[in-house]
């Protein structure tokens, strides 16, 4: 047992911190503001080495692991509180991962190298009009066509469909997909690379639009159609019909980062309360946080994030130690529980701390002015969905501790 | 070509804080390589990237500040570093640090050039580059905002109170940059984990034949102005233009125009 970070991760979160401090604190309001992350600073993301971190060398990336891409996106999150940077980077890591993992050689040395420099986008697209919780039943379907495949359906609530349209290289997808025909089951799910935009050149086959969000304005959300998109059988990910596997094991690397973005923002939420709690003065000079009303329950929301912490870099340290590294000792299910520890624990400690720092900030906290409500819009989008919503969380720890004899979502 | 870099630790400045008395919390302060020092760092590994260079980083002393401030050059890029192995660090004279620097790099050298920052960001004496510099030999460029290092020399444009010059110096020399000359890299994680194995070196006080200095008589001094809170009306046009003719001869009065 050792509960402390190594020297080198150290390192690089001071290193990650300086760079967030020199180019990400000055502008992330404008960032929220304008809903819009300049391309300049994806690309310095990009030539930071914050993208693909956890990807091997040999595929540009940086050769390091979940727990550095967990600590790079909590301290991108900590300087841009309504996480648009810090999600948009966890994108970068999460996916390029999974892709790394189960994609083939050619899909990788073709897309993982432009994804680490900043120059192209890959995402996840799962969810459709119909929801996102219930992977068996999406009705996008892939139909083979000699050494291709064409693909028709319609994905929404996906991040990053305008940024793929602006970045140089352009940019895509994990897409899952039915195999042949839209039936419900996971056992009929195939997952491909689908690129709407490749070498600087959109295709007319996917059909993008913007969706207009309540916060973390930054990284964009939207859906698009996809007709008759044609994908060679090389960038199909995976065998055919084990999708679904793939993509729910990718589900899990995202969640870590997902909730070490939710710890980043909460944790600048509560250090502004606390400093806020320390210069107020009320009755006859008295700061508010010798008042027990505050200081309990600001114990009671640090206890919280630092168990939040807790559970990120604990799945981190097993996806490190354990997925990636193929222990023998593992099954991938192992992560499950863990990982739904973390994903279900850090956004709603995220906007708890949020409501209460607002509140101790009182009229001012409710004003633009305070910025506090940016970071709460943004952390609560991860309490609604995003790599799984809050429900499915519940469902995963309940099948596996419980026993999924009495815990089953098909009755 | 072969360059040294003087680094010194010190407080983050813009993070101290002091106490109800006025001390400041020394303990609780951040302990970094300071902006300026980051910057010479900077100009070294740029003339590595242009020229080719042997960059060697050093400090002077053994704590944990000092070690962690070599790792993190070697991290931003440079190829060996050393920590002169020397108790108690924070109380020694400027002219013990010299010494040390220039006898480090006689042992070790020839160098071409010793870069360093211009000020500490705490003490910001600004002499040890000068004094290295008169102990070697070296021809001196003290204050640059701007450097431009070609094979044999380098030109630099420094800005001093009575206007900027621009100096062209042949080596062996001594360069102290400002924090407006460069944005000094950040290391990337890849930069990190390659300088995760070298080796932090330690040189001691014998091998470099140098005596030590302590500072003996250290006393803190407490600059505090006492606020006179003179008020002057200002709430119409009269008042207002009486105020200001009260305001001037007041600071003409004071000094302080």
């Given at each position: 047992m050792n509960y402390e970070f190594s020297e080198e991760e150290k390192r690089f979160r001071e290193s990650v911190e300086?760079?967030?401090?020199?180019?990400?604190?000055?502008?992330?309001?404008?960032?929220?503001?304008?809903?819009?992350?300049?391309?300049?600073?994806?690309?310095?993301?990009?030539?930071?080495?914050?993208?693909?971190?956890?990807?091997?060398?040999?595929?540009?990336?940086?050769?390091?692991?979940?727990?550095?891409?967990?600590?790079?996106?909590?301290?991108?999150?900590?300087?841009?509180?309504?996480?648009?940077?810090?999600?948009?980077?966890?994108?970068?890591?999460?996916?390029?991962?999974?892709?790394?993992?189960?994609?083939?050689?050619?899909?990788?040395?073709?897309?993982?190298?432009k994804v680490a420099s900043?120059?192209?986008?890959?995402?996840?697209?799962?969810?459709?009009?119909?929801?996102?919780?219930?992977?068996?039943?999406?009705?996008?379907?892939?139909?083979?066509?000699?050494?291709?495949?064409?693909?028709?359906?319609?994905?929404?609530?996906?991040?990053?469909?305008?940024?793929?349209?602006?970045l140089p290289e352009g940019g895509g997808y994990f897409l899952v997909s039915k195999t042949e025909k839209a039936e419900w089951g996971h056992k009929n799910i195939t997952d491909f690379v689908l690129l709407p935009k490749w070498h600087g050149k959109m295709s007319e086959k996917v059909k993008p639009t913007v969706y207009d969000e309540i916060g973390r304005h930054g990284i964009s959300t939207g859906g698009f159609k996809i007709e008759d998109f044609e994908v060679d059988d090389e960038f199909r990910i995976g065998?055919?019909?084990?999708?679904?596997?793939?993509?729910?094991?990718g589900f899990n690397i995202a969640r870590v980062l997902v909730a070490a973005a939710?710890?980043?923002?909460?944790?600048?939420?509560?250090?502004?309360?606390?400093?806020?709690?320390?210069?107020?003065?009320?009755f006859q000079g008295k700061p508010i946080a010798s008042f027990q009303g505050v200081n309990f329950r600001f114990a009671e929301l640090y206890a919280e994030l630092e168990a939040a912490k807790y559970f990120v870099y604990r799945a981190a340290w097993m996806v490190d130690n354990t997925y990636l590294t193929n222990s023998p000792r593992f099954k991938p299910r192992d992560l499950d529980v863990?990982?739904?520890?973390?994903?279900?624990?850090?956004?709603?400690?995220?906007?708890?701390i949020y409501e209460e720092v607002l509140k101790w900030l009182g009229a001012y906290g409710y004003t633009k002015e305070s910025n506090v409500y940016r970071g709460w819009l943004g952390t609560f989008s991860y309490t609604i969905g995003a790599e799984g919503s809050q429900n499915i969380m519940r469902y995963v720890i309940a099948r596996e501790v419980i026993g999924k004899e009495y815990v089953s979502h098909t009755g | 070509m072969r360059i040294i870099v003087a680094l010194k630790p010190t407080y983050d400045v813009s993070q101290l804080k002091f106490d109800s008395e006025g001390v400041p919390l020394l303990d609780t302060c951040p302990v970094t390589l300071g902006e300026a020092d980051k910057c010479a760092l900077e100009e070294a590994l740029k003339v590595k990237g242009s020229l080719g260079a042997t960059v060697v980083a050093v400090t002077v002393g053994q704590s944990e500040a000092h070690i962690k401030g070599i790792k993190d050059a070697l991290a931003m890029g440079a190829d060996e570093g050393y920590i002169i192995k020397i108790n108690n660090a924070w109380n020694i004279s400027s002219i013990t640090v010299a010494n040390a620097i220039a006898r480090f790099a006689v042992v070790t050298g020839p160098y071409d050039i010793v870069f360093t920052g211009s000020g500490a960001g705490?003490?910001?004496?600004?002499?040890?580059?000068?004094?290295?510099?008169?102990?070697?030999?070296y021809r001196l460029v003290a204050n640059a905002d701007k450097v431009e290092v070609k094979?044999?020399?380098?030109?630099?444009?420094?800005?001093?109170?009575?206007?900027?010059?621009?100096?062209?110096?042949?080596?062996?020399?001594?360069?102290?940059?400002?924090?407006?000359?460069?944005e000094p890299r950040i290391p990337t994680l890849k930069a990190i984990l390659r300088s995760k194995n070298m080796q932090v070196k330690e040189i001691g006080p014998e091998q470099?034949?140098?005596?030590?200095?302590?500072?003996?008589?250290?006393?803190?001094?407490?600059?505090?102005?006492?606020?006179k809170r003179v008020i002057m009306e200002a709430s119409d046009q009269k008042s207002t233009e009486e105020s200001v003719v009260k305001l001037l001869t007041f600071l003409k009065d004071e000094g302080v125009i």
């Open positions: 300086e760079f967030c401090k020199r180019y990400i604190e000055p502008r992330w309001v404008e960032i929220d503001e304008k809903g819009h992350i300049p391309l300049d600073l994806i690309k310095r993301l990009g030539e930071q080495g914050l993208f693909a971190i956890p990807v091997p060398e040999k595929y540009g990336g940086m050769g390091g692991n979940m727990t550095l891409a967990a600590i790079a996106v909590e301290e991108i999150a900590y300087h841009d509180p309504a996480v648009a940077v810090a999600v948009y980077t966890l994108l970068q890591n999460g996916w390029p991962l999974a892709l790394s993992i189960f994609g083939s050689e050619a899909a990788k040395q073709e897309i993982l190298p900043g120059d192209a986008f890959f995402g996840i697209g799962s969810t459709e009009p119909q929801g996102g919780s219930d992977v068996a039943g999406i009705k996008t379907v892939a139909k083979r066509s000699g050494n291709k495949w064409v693909i028709n359906g319609e994905k929404a609530y996906i991040s990053g469909v305008r940024e793929i349209s602006e065998e055919i019909n084990k999708g679904f596997y793939y993509v729910m094991e939710t710890i980043g923002s909460a944790r600048w939420a509560l250090d502004k309360g606390a400093e806020w709690i320390r210069e107020r003065k009320l863990p990982v739904a520890l973390a994903k279900m624990k850090g956004p709603e400690t995220a906007t708890r | 705490d003490t910001h004496s600004s002499i040890i580059g000068p004094m290295v510099s008169a102990l070697l030999g094979e044999q020399k380098a030109t630099a444009k420094c800005t001093m109170e009575d206007g900027t010059y621009n100096y062209e110096v042949e080596f062996p020399a001594v360069i102290t940059v400002t924090s407006e000359a460069n470099l034949g140098l005596s030590v200095e302590e500072y003996k008589d250290i006393k803190v001094i407490k600059h505090m102005v006492e606020r």
